[in-house]
Nanobody, 124 residues
Framework: QVQLVESGGGLVQAGGSLRLSCAAS????????MGWFRQAPGKERECVAA????????YYTDTVKGRFTISRDNARNTVELQMNSLKPDDTAVYYC?????????????????WGQGTQVTVSS
């Protein structure tokens, strides 16, 4: 049974930082591209960052470039998202997801497994 479990969310003031972690079990992480998505109330789920199976290439949506960093450790079966200079607009539930595509696109339809999500709230 595949499980993705996110942790590290919470409440932070604008300008602060959080580090999200995703622990994977039931799959060999190196066979999957990985992504972090977020969904705010009333908005569509969007991909904020993605990383290829080897970690050699990354994708960021424009609104988080220069502030967020995605990384992975295939030996530990973990993926992380370092979020700096957080803004109130970053407030959302953040989801970790695994894609059958080793170079994952940003479309959520390309992802096969999802975590339960972790809430990130940025106060102004």
């Amino acid at each position: 049974q595949v499980q993705l479990v996110e942790s590290g969310g919470g409440l932070v003031q604008a300008g602060g930082s959080l580090r999200l972690s995703c622990a994977a079990s039931g799959l060999t992480l190196s066979n999957y591209g990985m992504g972090w998505f977020r969904q705010a109330p009333g908005k569509e789920r969007e991909c904020v960052a993605a990383i290829t199976w080897s970690g050699g290439s990354t994708y960021y949506t424009d609104t988080v470039k220069g502030r967020f960093t995605i990384s992975r450790d295939n030996a530990r079966n973990t993926v992380e998202l370092q979020m700096n200079s957080l803004k109130p607009d970053d407030t959302a539930v953040y989801y970790c997801a695994a894609s059958r595509f080793r170079t994952p696109p940003s479309s959520h339809g390309a992802y096969d497994y999802w975590g339960q999500g972790t809430q990130v709230t940025v106060s102004s």
